[in-house]
């Protein structure tokens, strides 16, 4: 069965502090993606990544990076965490032709609070 | 930015009656896909069209590409307890297969 596992479901930080969140795939996937989702506005694109040590910037890149040092794996860092980002995070995988079918794969999601 | 309108936003309904939603953007759209996301779980693929006009079913569910390529429905039929969640649609723009841009989702409740 196919998967892609967040490391954390529910994380509590304080305003300034260094978040990072995890996301690892076991299906060998090329595409990496983060996502954040808040009530009334869906899903919006953070970053993207298509192949190790590449990145691009999604719909609303600022205040976040990514690093992506292993094939299988993609984190999301917040540098210093602010009250709006808290949200739903979702790390989402797809293959080479993922990209013309449009299946992305979601792992169950980090659930972040900014105090 | 691009921007799919996806309605309604929520609704209430009750078993076993038939549901419809949809979205419409200004853009034209190479792909619309339907997600669902079920509560305290990440969104899981349901349907996924191609081709403007095609009408495709999975089980209970029907939705299709519209004509002009700026829009698509999902219909639920007969509904049932377990559909309760949240359904996105999404499309991958004309000459853009990298971006996939998602609608702000139907929540669906259904009552007893």
């Known amino acids: 069965d196919v998967k892609v596992t967040q490391s954390s479901r529910y994380l509590v930080k304080r305003t300034g502090e260094k978040v990072f969140l995890e996301c690892v795939q076991d299906m060998d996937h090329e595409n990496m993606f983060w996502y954040r989702q808040d009530p009334g506005l869906g899903l919006r694109l953070i970053y993207f990544?298509?192949?190790?040590?590449?990145?691009e910037k999604g719909d609303i890149p600022e205040g976040y990076s990514v690093s992506r040092e292993k094939k299988e794996r993609f984190s999301l860092i917040l540098e210093s965490a602010s009250t709006n980002q808290t949200s739903m995070y979702l790390c989402?995988?797809?293959?080479?032709?993922?990209?013309?079918?449009?299946?992305?794969?979601f792992g169950e999601g980090s659930r972040l609070t900014v105090l | 930015g691009q921007q799919l309108n996806q309605s309604p936003q929520s609704m209430f309904i009750q078993e076993g009656e038939d549901v419809s939603m949809n979205c419409t953007s200004s853009s034209i759209f190479n792909t619309w896909l339907w997600y669902k996301q079920d509560p305290g779980e990440g969104p899981v693929l349901l349907i996924a069209?191609?081709?403007?006009?095609e009408l495709t079913s999975n089980g209970r569910l029907t939705a299709q590409f519209g004509i002009t390529r700026k829009d698509s429905f999902l219909n639920i039929s007969a509904s049932i307890p377990s559909d309760v969640g949240i359904y996105f649609c999404?499309?991958?723009?004309?000459?853009?297969?990298?971006?996939?841009?998602f609608g702000k989702g139907t929540r669906l409740h259904i009552l007893p």
């Open positions: 069209l191609y081709k403007a006009g």
């Open positions: 990544s298509y192949d190790v040590k590449m990145k």
């Open positions: 989402a995988s797809s293959s080479l032709s993922g990209m013309v079918t449009g299946e992305l794969f």
């Open positions: 999404a499309g991958q723009l004309l000459n853009r297969d990298d971006k996939i841009i």
